[in-house]
């Protein structure tokens, strides 16, 4: 596929603050009408790409287009054609849902604001509400109004930063029904999320940490890749042996999942020895389990803070 034919292909972004790379090196690449998720703990830089995707911030090194646009000399382009949705979504509290809209699309000058305001409200099934003030609305129907306004312009990318934190998970459920909708229509979403349920429901995933992609591919080549066995102990008692088996020869992690712990590590043999001495405590349950997205992102996590306190400080990002 040539550069043109990505919806988002952009090579080695980097961003720097007061000397520190927030984002270091970034490459991605997603093929119109997918869903990608981009997924990484709190600070790790998924909000500054996003950014500097969009045309709203200028990259310190690193090059690449979306919807075929140059990321840095044509920005401006690319913000009409761009849906971004922000982590706080501004609307206007004391105005209705449509007032908003109109707003936005006066923002936009679009030539038949209410064609495009009442093609908005049909979309995400606001038309009975229209006349709601914004400030009166539950989070869900927030969060409906903000992707709305993203999509008044008919934008053929989306950026959606964490659309759905503090949202219902019926509410959710919805919002992804409808990112999968356009997605349909040939629209493409770049969605991050600290959901494991949202990154599921992806086409592909981006995984960063400390500014670097740490996994990119299909939910199931980013498990394969990682190679990881895991083994579940469960039953009374069992959080309480994170302690002793972190550490452990083989083991790489140790996470809570409720009445169990997941412990996982890259060399199999080596983790079973580590959890055989636990195989035969009465009222503990100890198997082998197949991995999940979410054990190889705890793993992925671990691994990434290893390296960075290896690094002498005056190297870290
Ligand atoms: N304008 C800025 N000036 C200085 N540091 C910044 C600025 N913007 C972001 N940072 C820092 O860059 C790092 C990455 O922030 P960013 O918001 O991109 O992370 P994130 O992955 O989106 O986090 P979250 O999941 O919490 O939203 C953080 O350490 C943040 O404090």
Redesign the pocket.
């Known amino acids: 596929m040539n550069g043109a034919a990505w919806a988002i292909d952009v090579r080695g972004l980097t961003?720097r603050?007061?000397g520190?790379a927030?984002?270091d090196g970034v490459s991605l690449q997603v093929a119109p009408g997918r869903i990608c998720g981009?997924l990484?703990?709190?600070?790790?830089?998924?909000?500054?790409?996003?950014?500097m995707l969009c045309g709203l911030l200028t990259p310190d090194a690193g090059q690449g287009h979306c919807l075929g646009l140059d990321i840095v000399r044509e920005a401006a382009a690319i913000k009409r054609q761009v849906g971004y949705m922000t982590?706080r979504f501004g609307w206007y509290e004391d105005l209705s849902i449509r007032q908003n809209l109109d707003f936005v699309a006066r923002l936009f000058a679009l030539p038949d604001r209410r064609a495009a305001v009442d093609a908005a409200l049909a979309r995400l099934g606001l038309v009975d509400r229209q006349h709601q003030l914004a400030g009166a609305l539950s989070g869900g129907w927030k969060q409906r109004l903000a992707l709305a306004a993203c999509l008044i312009h008919e934008p053929r990318l989306l950026l959606l930063?964490?659309p759905t934190a503090g949202v219902d998970p019926k509410a959710r459920r919805d919002f992804w029904d409808e990112i999968h909708r356009l997605a349909a229509d040939g629209i493409t979403v770049l969605v991050?999320t600290?959901y494991m349920d949202e990154a599921e429901r992806c086409h592909e995933l981006v995984y960063?940490a400390y500014?670097q992609v740490l996994a990119r591919g299909t939910q199931a080549s980013i498990v394969a890749a990682a190679q990881l066995s895991v083994w579940r102990i469960e039953g009374e008692g069992a959080a309480a042996l994170i302690a002793p088996l972190e550490g452990a020869p083989g083991v790489q992690s140790v996470a809570a999942f409720g009445n169990a712990v997941h412990v996982a590590g890259t060399d199999a043999a080596l983790l079973a020895q580590a959890v055989a001495p636990w195989q035969a405590r009465p009222g503990l349950r100890v198997q082998p389990v197949a991995p999940t997205l979410e054990d190889v992102f705890i793993h992925l996590i671990h691994g990434a803070q290893d390296n960075f306190a290896s690094t002498p400080r005056e190297h870290r990002p």
């Open positions: 961003k603050y007061g520190r927030v984002v981009f990484g703990p709190n600070g790790s830089g998924k909000t500054t790409t996003i950014r982590q930063d964490e991050s600290h960063l500014g």
